[in-house]
């Protein structure tokens, strides 16, 4: 039956039509996103000759805005236009900017601009596909959770598609009909949502089902263009990026302990957790952001190409992460219905963490496993993004439950936005770390010294990480106790 009341629980083991139109948009669009991630910082150094210093800071600011515009698209889907319009506005804006990428070739300035209008396109899109389908189900309907797991699947294969056949792409055709693949995947997730689009026509935001007056439009489309521009302007000005991103750290910290103030009692103590586990996931999508990075470059100079006689591309590792992620998930999903009641989410993330730590402090050991050349085994990269995407599912993959259990329901919103705010923040501090990589530029003269280098900073990152991971598992009980109060 359907929910008619707030007990009211709709139980069914299948799911609406509507989900596998959903999966499939989310699907096709990350496939154009992470297609992009993939390859960026490589072209960036060998096809633009920029340094891996200046490909490092690019590409943490372009990330930085692709979470920073977020809330914005969020925002438009909920109050201005609806989802739906909003999924289909943000599909246009993300193919004309992977379009300037694939003309752009030498052109500096398109490839600023291309980045620039993906940046605004990806913030439109991106919070919508899920608001979307939570309106296709009742608000206690029990296959939400399956909903979400298969959605999230779908973010999986997309990324690892594009992760593995681009670079792939590269190679064998070049730079510009690689960027055009993301092109692709955005014109099929547009000609699937508008064929299939009766399968949603019953589901969306309210602004979904009202008429929008042409002037809104029209606002809507010159506010995009500001926002393409302004992104633009922060793209070349990496200084006002990073003051801007400590002004917003500072903003969502001044909010948070106003709130707190105002406060009583358990959701005052409460609102300090989230807090504090916010900033821990902070800390995690930091690392998270060396996959696109230093990790890609580690691969690049000093990891073995060939896995069970299989030549393979250095950035085609990167792929490695949603296929563990898929492996580990269903596993995850098990330990957690025998286990997971003795693991709160304050256990969750720091366990999390010592995951993590463990995956930089193997990569700092497999030097000492090193041939003569400083290469080393492939098999040491694919046991450190194993590890660091069990972290990943024990922190980024909770994080918005860890939002809706911990806040009161008037701050929600603010929060949610909050969260991917703090990941556009460690997105670009990634950047930062990942630089302490590439000082050896200029010196560099064989690949043992480039592992030497990455040893020790992969070195340092698992020690500081674990040192955190100790410090947040020992005030877990006291997180646990206020969080259950």
Request: glycine share 6%; hydrophobic share 50%; net charge positive.
């Amino acid at each position: 039956m359907i929910e008619k009341k707030d007990n009211t629980i709709y139980k069914s083991s299948k799911q609406p039509s509507s989900l596998y139109l959903i999966f499939s948009i989310e699907l096709w669009e990350r496939f154009g996103f992470y297609g992009l991630q993939g390859i960026l910082t490589i072209y960036l150094t060998k096809h633009l000759n920029m340094s891996e210093t200046q490909s490092f800071e690019l590409f943490s600011s372009f990330t930085a805005l692709v979470y920073g515009f977020v809330s914005l698209g969020g925002w438009l889907g909920d109050k201005i236009l609806g989802s739906k319009r909003v999924i289909i506005f943000g599909i246009l804006v993300l193919t004309i900017g992977y379009l300037f990428l694939a003309l752009s070739k030498n052109n500096i300035n398109l490839l600023y601009l291309g980045l620039s209008t993906v940046s605004v396109g990806n913030g439109l899109f991106k919070a919508n596909p899920s608001a979307l389908l939570s309106s296709c189900y009742q608000e206690n309907d029990e296959r939400l959770d399956s909903a979400f797991t298969i959605y999230y699947m779908a973010i999986n294969i997309g990324s690892f598609l594009s992760m593995f056949i681009v670079p792939l792409i590269v190679k064998h055709f070049g730079w510009n009909i690689a960027f055009s693949m993301s092109v692709v995947g955005l014109l099929i997730t547009m000609l699937n949502f508008i064929l299939c689009k009766n399968l949603v026509k019953d589901f969306g935001s309210k602004p979904d089902f009202k008429k929008i007056d042409i002037k809104v439009y029209v606002y809507v489309v010159i506010g995009t263009i500001f926002m393409i521009a302004f992104s633009n302007w922060l793209l070349k000005n990496f200084l006002v990026t990073k003051v801007t991103l400590i002004l917003i750290y500072l903003f969502i910290t001044a909010f948070f302990t106003k709130e707190m103030i105002c406060l009583k009692g358990n959701n005052k103590k409460k609102m300090i957790v989230a807090f504090i586990l916010m900033n821990e996931a902070m800390i995690f999508f930091v690392l998270y952001g060396q996959m696109p990075t230093s990790l890609n470059f580690f691969a690049e100079h000093n990891v073995e190409r060939k896995i069970f006689g299989i030549s393979l591309e250095p950035a085609q590792y990167q792929a490695l992460n949603p296929m563990w992620i898929m492996l580990i998930s269903p596993l995850l999903s098990i330990f957690y219905r025998k286990f997971g009641s003795k693991f709160s989410i304050p256990y969750k993330f720091s366990i999390g963490m010592v995951f993590c730590s463990v995956s930089f402090l193997l990569l700092s050991l497999s030097s000492r496993f090193s041939s003569e050349n400083g290469i080393v085994s492939p098999y040491w990269l694919i046991m450190s993004y194993g590890l660091q995407s069990v972290g990943e599912l024990m922190i980024s993959g909770l994080g918005l439950s860890m939002i809706a259990k911990l806040i009161p329901r008037n701050l929600i919103g603010f929060v949610m936005g909050s969260w991917f705010l703090t990941s556009s923040i460690a997105a670009f501090l990634s950047g930062h770390l990942a630089s302490m990589t590439t000082f050896h530029e200029e010196k560099l003269f064989n690949q043992l010294d480039s592992l030497y280098i990455y040893s020790s900073v992969f070195m340092k990152i698992g020690i500081v990480t674990a040192i955190i991971s100790v410090i947040m598992l020992i005030i877990s009980p006291v997180l646990n106790k206020i969080a259950n109060s």
